[in-house]
């Protein structure tokens, strides 16, 4: 007889234990595994549901965030996703301040939840869709008076330390738990480093010989040391240039990885194709990264990735052909 679904009082509780799916089309011509975790099975379908749950009920437990205190944070769109989300549920005014570089479907989105977005220009020589760092230095300027102005909460998911312990409770144990622990790598592309910092810790604390690699965008992968010639690229989400994510543990870091555009979207779309799985640009630049580690000394090994969000919120991007 079949059991009854959990019922759950709100779509807080709904955040977490996400599908964990194998790709074994995706990998027909190559001697390897590819287990990849669908984070876009969250409410605001992305992994940045996890983090905004985390971090508002680390503030209320710490009294950083007081009944009724609005709530501010800058965001690509996923993680101001979540919070509005979160911060609907249990009462908090919310305000998500944005690049106009991001797609207008997380804008929309965030509004529909109930969130107050304030969008940003972009720098004279930025593209839209294709978001630089510069960019979001404006996008933190404008974040800053309005924190100020509102005498509001910063749920800074580049600092706070729930940004790294959603994915060290949550997403790291749920990967061990449902592939019973058989991973040999970990590849995750660099936003604010939360995921991968959290997820790392806890894979190489299960097994120390777990390798975790950095994947960054080619022409902006400052974390592996480089210069940046390629500011502007495509892959929403990450890839900012910045230097410095206080959430990365470099102890954790066995490698660095770069991603074309191309290659992010080209993966992206067989996903879509032959795994019926409709992502973003940063799940394609992870599964990129996957099948070049399956190439190497991980031959027949078995990698594991987040497919961070929906391609539902690309769909006015050229990352869908029309």
């Not at 994915?167 to 970990?186: A, M």
């Not at 390798?211 to 940046?228: R, S, T, W, Y």
């Not at 890839?239 to 102890?251: I, T």
Request: glycine share 10%.
């Amino acid at each position: 007889m079949a059991t009854a679904p959990d019922l759950f009082p709100s779509a807080i509780e709904a955040i977490g234990s996400t599908p964990l799916i194998e790709l074994s089309r995706l990998t027909r011509a190559i001697d390897g595994r590819i287990l990849a975790k669908l984070e876009f099975f969250n409410p605001g379908f992305s992994k940045k549901d996890r983090i905004a749950r985390q971090i508002i009920e680390d503030a209320e437990a710490s009294g950083a965030l007081k009944p009724g205190q609005t709530v501010v944070e800058l965001t690509s769109g996923n993680t101001g996703t979540g919070l509005a989300i979160v911060c609907g549920i249990k009462g908090y005014p919310f305000v998500a301040v944005m690049s106009k570089g991001n797609s207008v479907e997380r804008a929309r989105m965030m509004s529909a939840l109930g969130a107050e977005v304030v969008l940003v220009d972009q720098l004279p020589d930025s593209v839209p869709g294709q978001v630089s760092g510069g960019d979001l230095e404006l996008v933190e300027l404008k974040t800053k008076k309005i924190v100020t102005a509102r005498k509001a909460f910063r749920a800074d998911q580049f600092s706070l330390k729930g940004n790294f312990r959603a994915h060290y409770l949550n997403t790291g144990p749920e990967i061990i738990r449902q592939s019973g622990g058989d991973i040999d790598v970990f590849c995750d592309f660099a936003g604010t480093g939360g995921s991968f910092a959290g997820c790392a810790a806890a894979l190489k604390e299960h097994d120390s010989r777990i390798k975790c690699f950095l994947v960054e965008p080619d022409g902006a992968a400052i974390l592996a040391g480089e210069p940046v010639t390629y500011p502007n690229h495509r892959i929403q989400g990450g890839g900012y240039a910045m230097a410095d994510l206080p959430l990365l543990k470099r102890e954790l870091i066995d490698g660095y990885l770069k991603v074309t555009d191309q290659q992010a979207i080209e993966m992206t779309r067989r996903l879509a194709r032959e795994e019926g799985i409709f992502a973003g640009f940063s799940s394609g630049a992870n599964l990129s990264a996957a099948t070049e580690l399956l190439q190497t000394e991980f031959k027949s090994k078995t990698a594991m990735v987040l497919i961070c969000d929906s391609g539902l919120k690309y769909l006015s991007t050229d990352l869908w052909e029309k």
